[in-house]
């Protein structure tokens, strides 16, 4: 298997043992499930990263995270024809575009083709224990609006 990242550390023949014993384990009942239930629908396994945009780090660490995260999805992608993503926060996205254009046009490609899905579509990913009901909303309002207008959620932006 090619190393997209370029540091990985070979995989432990046990772990790729594990992996097989745990694929056939899901093929079976998987199966099982097909023949109790008619499909209906399909399963999408995809990657996801979760990143704390406010973590103990600075903001600035913060933005290279995203980036650096953000760019290895696109090589998986580049890799495997297969591999999906999904990522929130628009804020995210939004730093994204500001220090790396290039990067976030290609994620707008990716989206575009299906294979990176915007989830969520509030600003970040608000504490809802804390906040109160017009906060919330305002996430929601605001990381709707950046996706919309930058067509990042695969909705063509208004107007």
Do not use: C
């Not at 995210?92 to 976030?104: G, I, N, R, S, T």
């Not at 490609?109 to 990913?125: H, Y």
């Amino acid at each position: 298997m090619p190393d997209p990242v370029g540091h990985l550390e070979p995989m432990p023949q046990a772990t790729i043992d594990a992996i097989g014993r745990a694929r056939a384990v899901i093929a079976e009942r998987l199966a099982k499930l097909k023949a109790e239930y008619p499909p209906v629908g399909s399963l999408m396994l995809t990657g996801h990263a979760h990143i704390d945009l406010a973590w103990l780090w600075p903001v600035a660490e913060t933005r290279r995270k995203v980036r650096r995260t953000f760019s290895s999805q696109i090589r998986l992608m580049d890799l495997y024809e297969d591999f999906t993503f999904n990522q929130s926060s628009a804020q995210a996205y939004h730093w994204v575009k500001q220090d790396d254009p290039e990067l976030f046009e290609r994620i707008r490609e990716r989206v575009a083709e299906g294979r990176w899905d915007v989830v969520g579509g509030s600003w970040l990913e608000p504490d809802s224990q804390v906040t109160g009901g017009e906060a919330y909303v305002r996430q929601l309002f605001y990381g709707q609006r950046f996706f919309q207008s930058t067509s990042a959620s695969g909705t063509p932006p208004p107007g």
